[in-house]
Structures are given as C-alpha cells and as structure tokens.
C-alpha cells in the first residue's frame, strides 16, 4: 500500500470515528494499526467492530471474511465494514454499513428485538439453502453456498451500475 492510500484510509477512519462520535457513540475508539492480529479499524461499542473502506473498487467478498477474522481476533461477536461510495455528478458520496443477512439478524437479537429462543442450536451454514454439510470457510459457507453468490452478484451489480444513490 503506498503512503498515499494508507493516509486516504487513515482519514476516512477518522471520519468515521468522528459520525459515530456525534451519533451517540462517544467512547468509540480507533484499535492500533500494526497489531499482529487485526482487530478490525474502530471499536464502536462493546461487542461491535467496524472496518472503514475507502477504495474505488469494492472487493466484498475478500472484506466480509477479513471481518469475520477480525472479529474474531477482537473477541467480538459483531461487526460491519463502513464503504465510502463515491459520488458522481456533483453528488455527496454515500457511506455504506454491510453485514451479511446472518450478521444483522444476531445483532437484532442481542440487541433484545428478535426471539433469541426461535434460534436453532445449531443452525444451517447458510440461511438460503440451509445446508449443514457444505465444508466450512472463513465465514461460515460452503463453496457452492448462495450466500456467497448473491453477494458476488452484489459486488459485480454495484460495480457495474454504480450506487445510483
């Protein structure tokens, strides 16, 4: 990475850090950069990590396992990376927060509005096709789970036509 990505993602960190700030997040707090484990970018709140984005070209797959290692790394159980889209036409960019479907719905039900006792002990890897068998990845789906493929297609959708925000 050349000194002038590492400070574009710098300050978008910081910008970062500073909406969450002003939103109600006061004791947010950016992790260490060159830990030996990543740990993700900005620690929100307890049990939330946040990996800040500022890139022109969106690799969602890659990003979405790196969050499940950081989080893991963080010892927290939730986590989101933060996309800046760039604006076109004079238009404001867009900051984008994605989770996988599974990711968002934990979240809900440990923030007390889902029914955490409909959970299943131990649930399908992918909420899709609900296969159990598919050999794990780093996020949890097999090679040939849906989840993976629509969010492909997410990625190839965005860069194709754009945010059109």
């Not at 867009?94 to 299943?120: E, F, K, N, Y």
């Not at 609900?130 to 789970?145: F, L, N």
């Amino acid at each position: 990475m050349t000194n002038r990505n590492k400070a574009k993602g710098d300050k978008y960190e910081r910008d970062v850090l500073e909406v969450a700030r002003r939103s109600g997040f006061p004791w947010a707090e950016r992790t260490r950069p060159g830990r030996r484990e990543d740990q993700g970018d900005i620690h929100l709140c307890p049990g939330v990590t946040i990996q800040a984005k500022d890139v022109a070209t969106p690799d969602w797959r890659a990003w979405l396992t790196q969050l499940e290692q950081q989080k893991r790394a963080a010892g927290m159980p939730h986590g989101a990376l933060v996309v800046k889209r760039r604006g076109a036409g004079g238009r404001p960019p867009l900051h984008l927060a994605v989770m996988t479907l599974d990711s968002l719905l934990a979240l809900l039900v440990d923030a007390g509005w889902g029914d955490a006792d409909a959970i299943p002990a131990n649930p399908p890897h992918c909420f899709v096709c609900h296969r159990d068998d598919p050999p794990p990845r780093p996020h949890g789906c097999g090679p040939d789970c849906h989840t993976t493929d629509a969010d492909q297609e997410l990625a190839d959708t965005i860069a194709r036509e754009g945010d059109h925000a």
